[in-house]
């Protein structure tokens, strides 16, 4: 069992920086891949980003690929999500997921899941 609680969202100006957090309670932290996805309103779930459980692997959609950046600290249970330039289109709830080993863009792959965290990117 795994629970995940998210922080760090908020409101931002379209060109800033946001990061944000994901804390898992647990002791076999280490043997979940993450994945951070988004949704906005009206919108599906969409991919963000994923990291293996070892944190040697990334996965990021083209979407935010060279503006977010994901790691993970195993020895803190934590996964962070830097967004640095960010796009009036990254505004959404930002949900972090966890699934046994390997990597997955589907959000269907994934058991746990935080409950949400609001990022807003003003023009």
């Known amino acids: 069992q795994v629970q995940l609680v998210e922080s760090g969202g908020g409101l931002v100006q379209a060109g800033g920086s946001l990061r944000l957090s994901c804390a898992a309670s647990g002791r076999t932290f280490s043997q979940y891949a993450m994945g951070w996805f988004r949704q906005a309103p009206g919108k599906e779930r969409e991919f963000v980003v994923a990291?293996?459980?070892?944190?040697?692997?990334?996965n990021y959609a083209d979407s935010v690929k060279g503006r977010f950046t994901i790691s993970r600290d195993n020895t803190k249970n934590t996964v962070d999500l830097q967004m640095n330039s960010l796009k009036p289109e990254d505004t959404a709830v930002y949900y972090c997921?966890?699934?046994?080993?390997?990597?997955?863009?589907?959000?269907?792959?994934?058991?746990?899941w935080g409950q949400g965290t609001q990022v807003t990117v003003s023009s």
């Open positions: 997921a966890a699934r046994s080993w390997t990597m997955s863009r589907a959000s269907g792959d994934y058991k746990y």
């Open positions: 990291i293996s459980w070892s944190g040697g692997g990334t």
